[in-house]
């Protein structure tokens, strides 16, 4: 089976093909062949290039396999011949500019006893990045755009992704201000200010969008700053992180629970994320948080719709998106549309 295009014209070479099915499985496995499986797939792909996610779930694999066009039909002629697998199924396969799953051989999700397992890749060595938050965070503090830039100018020159900026760096700059701001070393216009330069160095190292005509979106979000959240950092960065992934996004900034609920029942996204502010802990917003998702869980009541929390209180602890009711909580922008397609993609597949 050949892998087409999504338009008519022939795709430039350096594009990738994307191929996602889904199958039932043969035999159950345990979490040790979970994890045997995972670990032959990252050696096959990262020998031949491809990259992709894999989903177990209660009997049901879904996956999605992407690289140049030759070695994910390889991969895929693998795939069918593979006793592991029944009444395979293709979803989409498609012609695409870029990379879902960029870096990741295979990121493996499965789901038993009622807990997700994600099964990730080891960390990256981004300490060097971190080295230079203090000199970002000043940067941006006192308004300095042409040092900021040169700075982020200068690693991206070194070989730093747009991805490892976000995460390693203009994130983490943006705590530092906040413990600035804190600390009452600064006043509440510098605090704006900083985030906004903040703000545009992330547009800036993720500029490079997919177009609805080039890659069809499979999934939907709405992204919305918490009713009465000031700080949209987190939501800009994400915009651009899912957008470059080829998802549908909205961004919406509510007054109220209200308006939120009223947006979320028009569009009826896949997923919704809620931000608090990434420089500022904002635990006093908790309960007004835990109302919040009440009401868009509400918005939907066909069970469908994956909520996401994020900010600098659930960067530093995750475990606080349970007390609030949301389905996620993201320590950074970066690997979060991974994330949401597979929570998602569970829902789907218990319908």
């Known amino acids: 089976m050949q892998i087409e295009a999504d338009r008519s014209t022939a795709a430039p070479p350096d594009w990738m093909a994307s191929l996602t099915y889904r199958s039932e499985a043969a035999i159950t496995p345990s979490p040790a062949d979970l994890q045997r499986l995972l670990v032959a797939a990252r050696g096959r792909n990262r020998k031949l290039g491809v990259t992709g996610m894999l989903l177990y779930d209660e009997g049901r694999y879904l996956q999605t396999i992407e690289g140049p066009p030759a070695a994910v039909e390889q991969v895929w002629s693998s795939i069918q011949r593979d006793t592991r697998h029944g009444q395979i199924e293709v979803l989409s396969q ?5 990379r879902l ?19 990730m890749p080891g960390s990256d060595a981004a300490v060097p990045l971190r080295d230079h938050v203090p000199a970002a965070s ?21 070989g730093w992704q747009g991805n490892a900026l976000v995460k390693h760096l203009l994130e983490p700059s943006a705590r530092a201000i ?14 704006t200010i900083a985030l906004s330069m903040l703000q545009l160095a992330g547009h ?12 069809k ?5 709405l992204l919305v700053t918490a009713p009465g959240e000031r700080h949209m950092l987190g939501s800009s960065y994400l915009g651009d992180l899912f957008n470059n992934a080829g998802w549908a996004v909205d961004i919406a900034f509510p007054e109220t629970n209200d308006q939120l609920a ?8 896949d997923a919704v994320d809620i931000a608090l502010s990434d420089a500022l802990p904002r635990h006093h917003a908790l309960t007004r948080l835990t109302e919040t998702i009440e009401r868009s869980r509400a918005a939907a009541p066909d069970d469908m719709l994956v909520v996401s929390v994020g900010g ?3 960067a530093e602890a995750t475990a606080t998106a349970r007390t609030v009711g949301a389905d996620h909580a993201r320590v950074s922008a970066v690997g979060t549309s991974v994330r949401l397609a597979g929570l998602i993609e569970q829902r789907r597949l218990r319908r």
């Open 204 to 215: 800036a190292v993720h500029s490079r969008t997919c177009a609805d005509s080039i890659r």
């Open 312 to 314: 600098r209180l659930f």
């Open 94 to 98: 498609h012609i695409v500019p870029s």
């Open 217 to 221: 979106s499979r999934y939907s979000i």
């Open 138 to 158: 000043r940067f941006a503090l006192n308004g300095d755009d042409r040092q900021l830039n040169a700075l982020i100018g200068d690693l991206v020159a070194e």
């Open 101 to 119: 799953f960029s870096g990741w051989d295979m990121q493996l999700y499965y789901h038993k006893g009622g807990h997700r397992n994600p099964v």
């Open 178 to 191: 906040g413990d600035a701001w804190l600390a009452e070393d600064c006043g509440e216009v510098d605090l």
């Open 262 to 269: 009223n947006q979320l029942r028009a569009q009826r996204p």
